[in-house]
């Protein structure tokens, strides 16, 4: 069994590797639909409806970063959809891929700390399994 150290799992908006990132995580959700019944013998009964999802990742802040807090900040301004990448950057690594819109950008600058900031964002339309090659 291979199992991937989690320092290995990026991710790329738009083709480019966010910079200083310190955990990364993605959630696929689908919604359930309740079609239960009288006939359902007392037990809730559903089908698959629509799924969404969102990428949540957390960095160090570095205003000299290559992709990093400022190019975020921007693309939360411009409001449009990236392609998102989430998964290994390695050649016949496994990756998923999906557009995205930024939900949510935060920069917190603790007293004594390193400055952090935080990024949320949207799946829109379909995710597929890549890759990468």
């Known amino acids: 069994m291979a199992v991937t150290n989690g320092t290995s799992v990026l991710l790329e908006v738009g083709g480019v590797t966010i910079n200083g ?3 990364h995580d993605m959630s696929i959700i689908t919604d359930m639909i309740d079609v239960t019944t009288k006939d359902s ?3 809730k009964e559903y089908i698959a409806g629509e799924d969404d999802g969102t990428i949540s990742v957390e960095g160090k ?3 000299a970063a290559t992709y ?3 190019q975020l900040f921007a693309a939360q301004l411009a409001k449009a959809s990236a392609t998102l990448t989430f998964g290994l950057q390695a050649s016949s690594s496994k990756a998923y891929r999906m557009a995205g819109l930024i939900m949510s950008l935060t920069l917190s600058g603790p007293q004594n ?3 952090t900031w935080t990024v ?3 799946k829109t339309g379909g995710v597929a399994e890549v890759t990468i090659t």
């Open 68 to 70: 990093g807090f400022s």
């Open 21 to 23: 990132t310190t955990s």
């Open 61 to 63: 802040y570095d205003p």
């Open 113 to 115: 700390e390193a400055g």
């Open 120 to 122: 949320e964002l949207q």
């Open 41 to 43: 013998n007392g037990s």
